[in-house]
């Protein structure tokens, strides 16, 4: 159970600095965690160290069966997981039990039922050498490192730690310091499965604190981080990583455009553009920024969404009774800020407000009516910059070609989205945007198919979670060459001799010549070297 082991994980000992964690919707504290110095971060990546040593030689088998102990886990707890998110984070039930459930037991599921296949060995032809056997194995890097942020509590440190351990390593994640309440549950969880089925809890450390927390771990010689949060953050964790030549994994912002040409289906690309603003308060990296909207289209789709965004309800999870609330809080303080500042930005270039468009008043936490802004362009903050809130930018747009220039003059590119019936116009413009992923007709459900990858181009960041891509680069990809034949050769190339070079010219042109004629050539010239070569060896023993 989650709660019973709460007080005895939550018993951290030795922290240098502890952070204060408090509910964004109600404000209320909830408690203090640690924030873990470099020894502490250290002495934690040694005893993952250790535990992984056994991990890492078990078979796919018996990682699927730990993997599915830790599905029947979370479903059996599903609720308590959404409350501690909910409270943690400020989003509604439904929002966790959408981004935090959903995602999470669709990963599980995937490697359970494709991870074997994807991290089998992979036979690959050996070429010109036909006597050898190549193959790539795709085996534990080790300890990895994760830094989450904190729009997903329990997602966020899930995501990359279930792949990295069915890969065989071992993990340490650090939650973010907005939301590090929860990791005490969400630590236990791990703890339970991992006794459960006969491993060291030391496998999977979820850890708490701060920025330098972050940097300790960057620093602690993990073989590989995963960091995901802001683009700026992501260049120090490079520049850091780039000391120890640690590989990272960036998962960075997004400003992500949809496109709604004349043809599409209204209602569909209305309710699509509400789940897309609105889902987790907006609070997502693929959250629907940025909304291209055909001038043929426009008003029909700006009345609808007026008239549901002003029927949205907006409140605390802790007064949710089931269902009484669309939209929660937003989880930092700063982010109200940057949304307030952005909007009047945009109001004094020239966009309306015709929803929302400032905190609400009737809640003491930290929340933000859901907002509608039309009459929108590129020369705004609202359009250019992050805005990670409730908040839905509307722009016109008159062509598919200003359509897809606008949506690509971002320094983003992580998700997007284009709705139209035509199916041509679809693959068209959804070959057009520059950005990780593209969906059409829908919103978001990139992330749900969980067979491919994900990740961002630009400063949407590189490197790619999810799919085989994803899996496999939690491993240490190895190539194996073997003998197919047992030909021992006996072949040396010293000492070099007057007829090795044109034998080594001619043996090139032999194998890559363009044509028989050409090969024909190569071969002459490779066996006067031969010959050549044996005279002048019998002439230096003689
Ligand atoms: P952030 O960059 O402020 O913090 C992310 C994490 O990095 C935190 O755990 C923080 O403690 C840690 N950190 C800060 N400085 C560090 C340093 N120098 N070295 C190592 N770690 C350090 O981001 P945030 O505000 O928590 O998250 C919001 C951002 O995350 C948004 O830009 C959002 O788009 C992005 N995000 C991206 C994805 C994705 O998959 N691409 C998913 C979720 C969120």
Redesign the pocket.
């Known amino acids: 159970m989650l709660g019973k082991q709460t007080d005895e994980v939550r018993k951290w000992t030795g922290p240098l600095v502890t952070i204060e964690c408090q509910n964004p919707a109600t404000l209320e504290k909830l408690g203090e965690v640690p924030s873990l110095s470099a020894a502490e971060v250290a002495e934690r990546v040694e005893r993952a160290r250790a535990a992984q040593v056994s991990w890492g030689k078990t078979s796919l088998a018996e990682r699927r069966r730990v993997l599915r102990l830790l599905l029947d886990y979370i479903l059996l707890h599903q609720e308590e997981i959404c409350r501690l998110c909910s409270t943690d984070s400020g989003k509604t039930l439904a929002d966790a039990a959408m981004g935090e459930i959903f995602p999470v037991c669709e990963k599980i599921r995937y490697l359970i039922d494709h991870g074997e296949d994807d991290l089998r060995p992979d036979p690959r032809p050996s070429g010109l050498l036909m006597h050898k056997a190549a193959r790539v194995e795709y085996l534990p890097l080790g300890v990895v490192g994760v830094?989450?942020?904190?729009?997903?509590p329990f997602h966020?440190i899930l995501c990359p730690t279930v792949p990295a351990l069915f890969a065989g390593n071992a993990v340490i994640a650090?939650?973010?310091?907005?939301t590090a309440w929860s990791a005490a549950d969400f630590q236990a969880i791990f703890n339970e499965v991992l006794t459960q089925a006969g491993y060291s809890s030391d496998l999977v450390q979820i850890i708490t604190?701060?920025?330098n927390?972050?940097?300790a771990?960057?620093n602690s010689g993990v073989e590989k981080i995963f960091?995901?949060?802001?683009?700026?953050?992501?260049r120090?964790?490079m520049a850091?990583a780039a000391e120890t030549l640690t590989p990272v994994v960036l998962?960075?912002?997004?400003k992500d455009p949809m496109i709604i040409c004349d043809d599409a289906d209204l209602d569909q690309a209305v309710g699509a553009a509400m789940l897309g603003v609105f889902t987790a308060c907006g609070q997502?990296?693929?959250a629907a920024e940025r909304l291209y909207v055909f001038d043929g289209i426009y008003d029909r789709f700006v009345d609808k969404v007026v008239q549901k965004a002003q029927a949205l309800r907006q409140g605390p999870p802790s007064l949710d009774r089931g269902g009484d609330f669309d939209v929660g809080a937003l989880t930092?303080p700063r982010q109200l800020e940057i949304i307030e500042r952005q909007l009047a930005d945009a109001v004094k270039k020239g966009a309306r407000v015709l929803v929302g468009g400032r905190r609400n008043p009737h809640f003491p936490g930290q929340f933000f009516e859901p907002t509608v802004v039309v009459d929108c362009d590129h020369s705004m903050d609202l359009v250019k910059q992050?805005t990670?809130g409730p908040v839905m930018t509307i722009l016109r747009v008159h062509s598919e070609e200003e359509a897809i220039r606008l949506a690509n003059d971002s320094r983003y590119g992580?998700g997007s989205s284009v709705f139209t019936k035509n199916r041509r116009r679809a693959e068209r413009i959804a070959k057009g945007i520059s950005a990780g992923m593209t969906v059409a007709n829908d919103y978001g459900i990139a992330y749900m198919v969980q067979s491919a990858p994900?990740?961002?181009v630009r400063s949407?960041?590189f490197g790619r979670?999810n799919g085989r891509e994803g899996l496999r680069s939690c491993c240490h990809v190895k190539t194996i060459v073997t003998d197919k034949l047992p030909l021992h050769l006996p072949m040396s190339l010293y000492p070099i001799r007057p007829a090795t070079f044109p034998m080594l010219t001619g043996a090139a042109q032999l194998f890559y010549g363009k044509g028989i004629g050409e090969r024909a050539k190569g071969a002459v010239q490779v066996a006067r070297s031969l010959v050549a070569m044996v005279r002048d060896s019998r002439r230096s023993q003689s």
């Open positions: 830094i989450c942020p904190w729009n997903f966020n650090k939650t973010s310091e907005w604190g701060d920025g927390t972050g940097r771990l960057v960091f995901t949060g802001s683009p700026e953050n992501g120090k964790v850091a998962e960075l912002g997004g997502m990296c693929v930092m992050e990670f992580l994900f990740g961002g949407s960041g979670i």
